[in-house]
């Protein structure tokens, strides 16, 4: 008998991993607990940090735990540098999946990191949609921002500012209808890739508003990565399979 699969999880491909799964095996699906009421989910669920790589290879040894599956978002760096760091030393398979990014356009503005998204702005109305955790790097910025955000922003913020709470799932119209109605100059985004990003791309290409574009941390070297649900279930079927046979 193998121990769980320990889901890394917060994304939409995370769920559908676990949802995939859950016949099969036992599986756990890891939040961090930033959102205040999360979808539900197929399986077991643990909410909460682990306490860094100790912490988490402690959990690993304790849970018994036979493959971890990091379907973290791609701008989740820590908690993805610390799987692959107490993967290794617990042992455990580890696999990355990480949706692709978006096909590159020569039109937006390409920033390393958010906090350098400030400088690239341009015109005075601003759709703001990377999240409510980092608004502090726009608190000085004179312009006006549209923040849409699963829960309500706290702490620093842009003095002038509407908020917009909404999860989505997001359509390419709903946000051109969007972009129309609050008459937005820029649209700030990561690139988070999945088909919420793309709607919003999408529509700042027809409505004809700049983007600046916040790329990717570096993604770990030297592991198991795939792309898609499917093949991540199939990774997680391979190696509990020779797991199981070689015990
Ligand atoms: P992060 O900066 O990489 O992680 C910071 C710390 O949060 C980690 O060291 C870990 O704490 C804890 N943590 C993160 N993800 C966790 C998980 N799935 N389960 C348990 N603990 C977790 O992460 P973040 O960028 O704040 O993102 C937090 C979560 O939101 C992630 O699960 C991610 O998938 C999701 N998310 C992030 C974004 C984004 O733009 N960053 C967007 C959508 C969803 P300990 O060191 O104590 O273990």
């Known amino acids: 008998m193998t121990g769980p699969v320990l889901i890394l999880g917060g994304t939409t491909e995370a769920r559908e991993l676990a949802g995939d799964l859950v016949g099969e095996h036992r599986v756990i699906t890891s939040l961090a607990g930033r959102v205040r009421a999360p979808k539900p989910l197929p399986g077991e669920v643990r909410i909460g940090g682990f306490g860094g790589v100790d912490g988490l290879v402690e959990w690993l040894r304790t849970e018994r735990v036979a493959a971890v599956v990091d379907a973290t978002h791609p701008f989740a760096a820590q908690m993805t540098e610390h799987a692959v760091a107490a993967t290794a030393q617990a042992g455990v398979p580890y696999l990355r999946l990480d949706r692709p990014g978006v096909p590159p356009d020569p039109a937006w503005t390409v920033v390393p990191t958010l906090a350098a998204a400030p400088a ?128």
């Open 120 to 247: 690239a702005l341009t015109g005075d109305r601003v759709f703001l949609t990377t999240g409510r955790q980092h608004l502090a790097v726009f608190a000085d910025c004179p312009q006006w921002f549209l923040v849409r955000a699963v829960d309500p922003p706290t702490g620093p913020a842009p003095a002038r500012m509407q908020v917009l709470l909404d999860r989505g799932p997001f359509t390419v119209e709903g946000e051109r209808k969007l972009l129309r109605e609050h008459r937005i100059d820029v649209l700030v985004t990561k690139d988070s890739g999945g088909g919420a990003t793309a709607a919003k791309l999408e529509a700042a290409r027809t409505e004809e508003v700049a983007v600046v574009l916040v790329a990717r941390p570096p993604a770990p070297a030297g592991v198991a990565t795939v792309a898609d649900v499917a093949s991540a279930a199939e990774w997680v079927r391979t190696t509990l399979a020779s797991r199981t046979n070689s015990w």
